[in-house]
């Protein structure tokens, strides 16, 4: 009478048996899924930020092929183009991610600069027009306060620029920017101010300082700025303001800028150079 019993207990010792070993796979399926999610999330963020665009564009395409409808493999992709300088395909690539069911408004403000880039300013504008004024991040504000620029909305802009300056922490780019405005309006004084501001919290940014030399120019003030430069650059700075004493009419400074800025060069300027050789036979016929 034991061996059925017994039986039993054996048939069902095994079928548990089967059922934890089941119950383990699962979950070391379960573990390896999760892996595989966490391993792609950081080769995304990597191909976002240090991989190289062309590499990641193929990476982002691949990944769309093999897992189409996913939003975020869109975005690697749109976000990738932009990188890889490829804008007009960026843009067909925003467009299809902001088509997607789970599009939000960066997503909008991304097809927004997307238009930018493409020089389409209509449809940007059309674009920025569809996000609430709710959403107030640094990039929106900074492509409205562009799109305000290209429309010669002065007032629009300048509240525009005020407002993304305050909403980031490194404002440098937006500050470039904003002076740009000024210097293209004519207000030589106010873009002077934004250039240098631009300066004191990016000491680098070599477009600020080009920039600031035209501003200091453009009101006949021929000394470089005191910002810290290197010795190329204090010689392309120098060659900038000598064309810009030039175009002033002020050919006897500007003569002296660029033999300063070729004398400055650690190697040979020839760009200078070649200003001076064209403006001393403009002058000799």
């Known amino acids: 009478m034991r061996h059925p019993i017994m039986f039993t207990m054996v048939v069902s010792a095994i079928v ?37 665009p062309d590499e990641a564009v193929n990476y982002f395409a691949g990944a769309n092929e093999n897992d189409p409808g996913r939003i975020d493999l869109q975005r690697g992709l749109a976000k990738s183009l932009i990188r890889a300088g490829r804008s ?13 069911a789970e599009a939000n408004n960066d997503d909008r403000v991304e097809l927004a600069d997307a238009f930018i880039r493409n020089n389409l300013w209509d449809d940007a504008a059309d674009t920025l ?3 609430p004024p709710t959403h107030e991040t640094f990039k929106r504000y900074r492509l409205e306060a ?16 005020q407002t993304a300056v305050g909403l980031t922490t490194t404002p440098a780019g937006v500050l470039n920017n904003w002076g740009y405005s000024k210097l293209t309006r004519g207000s030589y004084k106010e873009a002077e101010r934004l250039f240098s501001d631009a300066l004191r919290h990016d000491t680098g940014m070599f477009t600020a300082k080009n920039n600031l030399v035209l ?14 430069m290197s010795q190329i650059e204090r010689a392309q700075l120098l060659h900038t303001l000598a064309l810009t004493a ?14 300063e800025a070729i004398d400055t060069h650690p190697q040979h300027f020839e760009e200078a150079a070649r200003s ?10």
């Open 146 to 161: 562009m799109v305000a620029d290209s429309k010669k909305q002065w007032d629009k802009a300048d509240s525009f620029y």
């Open 88 to 100: 007009a395909e960026a843009l067909n690539a925003w467009k299809m991610v902001t088509t997607h």
């Open 16 to 52: 548990g048996l089967s059922a934890c070993e089941k119950s383990g796979e699962a979950q070391v399926e379960r573990a390896l899924q999760d892996l595989n999610v966490v391993d792609e999330t950081n080769l995304n963020d990597v191909m976002l930020t240090i991989g190289d």
């Open 276 to 285: 001076l050789r064209a403006l001393e036979d403009n002058v000799t016929n």
């Open 215 to 228: 501003a200091r120019g453009a009101q006949r003030n021929y000394d470089l700025p005191v910002i810290p």
């Open 129 to 131: 027009n569809t996000i």
């Open 246 to 259: 030039i175009k002033q009419n002020d050919i006897t400074t500007g003569k002296g800028l660029l033999r």
